[in-house]
């Protein structure tokens, strides 16, 4: 680490009272973040936060929405997993000694395929309602609801 001269030091200060930040002072000195930080700090010189916290904010609310058209699509495709059980649907085999293939319509998915879809539609509801739990919880709705998919899927 080289020591700061007084100019860096002159400099630093100089870009600071031009409102400069500080991760735009040490690109433009070629010098670390911290390094500003502590000159600054050793000046008594505050850097103005309003625009880090405004861009935080904006952050946060972003990834909010994200998380929120995450939920919807999860819930979506939990619809979608639950309206295959009711079906028709095609059953099928791979095997034998000629390695045969052969297939069959069925009314609806054989039951460890529902089983199948109801564990992965209970999965989706589960992590859609980590994203975005409800606003008011309704613990024995809940608790019923996740009684009755675990009786679904086995346990």
């Known amino acids: 680490m080289r020591k700061v001269t007084d100019a860096e030091r002159a400099e630093i200060i100089r870009l600071h009272g031009e409102g400069k930040g500080r991760n735009e002072i040490a690109r433009l000195i070629g010098r670390a973040q911290r390094t500003v930080s502590i000159i600054c700090g050793e000046e ?25 058209m995450l939920a919807e699509a999860l819930q979506d ?30 009314d609806e998915p054989p039951a460890d395929a529902k089983k199948n879809l109801m564990a ?7 992590k ?6 409800p606003e008011r919880e309704d613990t024995e709705g809940l608790a019923a609801v996740d009684q009755w998919l675990r009786g679904m899927i086995g346990g």
């Open 44 to 68: 008594g010189l505050v850097f103005d936060v309003t625009m880090t916290e405004e861009a935080t904010r904006h952050r946060v609310a972003q990834l909010a929405d994200r998380r929120a």
């Open 77 to 106: 495709d939990a619809e979608r997993l639950t309206e295959q059980l009711w079906q028709p649907a095609k059953v099928f085999n791979i095997g034998g000694k000629d390695n045969t293939y052969a297939e069959h319509d069925v």
């Open 128 to 133: 859609s309602l980590k994203l975005v739990p």
């Open 120 to 126: 992965s539609a209970g999965i989706a509801i589960e």
